[in-house]
């Protein structure tokens, strides 16, 4: 990879990690901006594209948004809930859980590629203000 390739890679991570909520590719573009006001669209898509690939960025389906990596160096994929209230994204690991899919999906013959788990809901926070 080229170096240049590498630092808009960085880049795109750091908008990623100051942000600390789910950013769509065009959220990091704007961000981008002010630092390459050239800067065009595939190639904020191409460094989110090899960060999730390398797993340093997750892309939040439902969302169509992009968070960092909030745990280091995992193989399995991520369960991510998603607050609905304050949009707040946590990442957790839970090797068990998708073994155990993986599994039930099996015995029916379907080989899983990639799982991406999201739980929509309150977090702790929001809900701590929410009388039941």
């Known amino acids: 990879m080229s170096k240049r390739g590498e630092r808009m890679q960085s880049e795109v991570l750091a ?4 942000r600390h909520a789910p950013m769509t590719a065009y959220d990091v573009l704007r961000d981008l901006r002010a630092a390459h006001p050239k800067i065009a669209p ?8 090899a960060l999730t690939k390398q797993g340093r960025a997750h892309r939040v389906e ?3 948004a992009y ?3 909030q ?11 998603i607050c609905e209230d304050c949009g707040m994204v946590e990442e957790r690991l839970a090797p068990d ?6 599994g039930i999906l099996g015995e029916s013959g379907f080989a899983p590629q990639r799982h ?4 929509h ?12």
């Open 42 to 49: 595939p190639t904020v898509y191409n460094a989110l594209a």
């Open 71 to 81: 745990c280091d160096g995992h193989q399995s994929a991520s369960i991510l809930s």
């Open 121 to 132: 809901g309150i977090c702790a926070t929001c809900g701590a203000g929410q009388t039941p």
């Open 116 to 119: 991406v788990i999201e739980v």
């Open 67 to 69: 968070i960092a990596c």
């Open 97 to 102: 859980v998708l073994t155990t899919l993986s």
């Open 62 to 64: 439902s969302l169509k």
């Open 15 to 18: 908008a990623l990690r100051r």
